[in-house]
């Protein structure tokens, strides 16, 4: 079984016309260790369905503990909505 953490949105900026990047941070707990090409499971509690999950590469580097980041293309209604995400959305 997966384990889910919460994260707040601290930045997200348009990198190319359908290509962003989120920079997420942790709310109660720490980063978990990870190795670079590792991907992680996300889901959106603010989308209409709260249980739809989606994969992605982690962007960062396993050296930053305070901060995650993910560089996302569009690509249906589930990554539209999560482009639309604002700085502190958890």
Same mark, same amino acid.
């Given at each position: 079984m997966l384990t889910y953490f919460r994260y707040s949105v601290v930045e997200k900026k348009w990198d190319v016309k359908d290509t962003f990047i989120l920079r997420l941070k942790p709310i109660a707990q720490p980063i978990p260790q990870f190795k670079p090409g590792q991907y992680v499971v996300i889901k959106n509690p603010t989308y209409r369905?709260? $249980? %739809? %999950?989606?994969? #992605? +590469?982690?962007? +960062? +580097?396993? $050296?930053?503990? +305070?901060?995650? %980041? #993910?560089c996302i293309k569009i690509f249906g209604p589930w990554t539209k909505y999560l482009s639309k995400a604002v700085k502190e959305d958890s």
């Open positions: 369905n709260k $249980n %739809e %999950e989606h994969i #992605f +590469s982690l962007a +960062s +580097s396993p $050296n930053n503990t +305070s901060e995650v %980041e #993910f």
